[in-house]
């Protein structure tokens, strides 16, 4: 019988699946080699089935809207011929942290180059005026950032300090308003040469008391916002006329002119108490000067 012999065949040319294919083959044998040796020789392996990748860092960034990318990846210390293995983790959460438009950060890192970080940013509701400079405050009572001249939110006045307290508290009083449906006011004052007279806020120009400076005084917060809200529901003639509401005074609403002067009490007067008790039950309004 005749023996039959072996020759080799030409190699044929590697398609584009196979090649996939034997990348993600190695790849999954790189992973597995990296659970059963443990994660350092993981990336050892990966680096060297990739070398040009793992010589450079893939930045993923999630969340940012205000802080720009650009000023992140160098707060992450990621630089171009940055390799992912040289970056400490704990450097990248804390450099990113540090920016501060960011609240919150996560990291994490998938071998052989790809670096995600997400980041929570802070919210602004607030503008404050700490000497010459106007600060964004976010939700936190924190001024983090210089604001931009056009930041159409609410002032907070009289804080002495990026971190003074005061910003903290006008902060709740801002949400205590909105949590009772009132408008954002144009200003809320956090100190005056009376301490009495604080906190104090400036209804918006198209409020039922347009630009009136409304008095409400230390405690009582939800008790006090709940009857401002019955009374500009009401929308009563006196109000457009009012410079002043002064709810320091337990259920007694009181109603100043714009110079604070004494006045008459106007022909109405009776009337709108009577409609204030009707929409509040337990408040009353009266012309003081």
Known sequence: MRRRSWRNERAGRVSRADSRRLRAALLALALGAGVSAGAGFGETLLARAFPARAAQVRLALRGNQHAPALELAAAAGVAPGIGLASLDLAQVRAGVASHPWVRSVRVAALPPDRLLVAVEEREPVAVAPIGATRWLVDRTGTAFLPAAEAAALPLLLGAAAPDDPRLADGVAWLEALAAHGIPAPAQLALSDPDPARTPALALAADAA??????????????????????????????????????????ADVILRAPSHAASPVPPGAQRAERAERRVANSSSISNGG
Do not use: H, M, S
């Open 209 to 250: 008391a347009p630009g009136a400076r409304v008095l409400l005084g230390a405690g009582e917060r939800d008790a006090k916002l709940a009857r401002l809200a019955r009374l500009l529901a009401a929308d009563l003639p006196e109000l457009r006329a009012a410079g002043e509401i002064d709810l320091r005074f337990g």
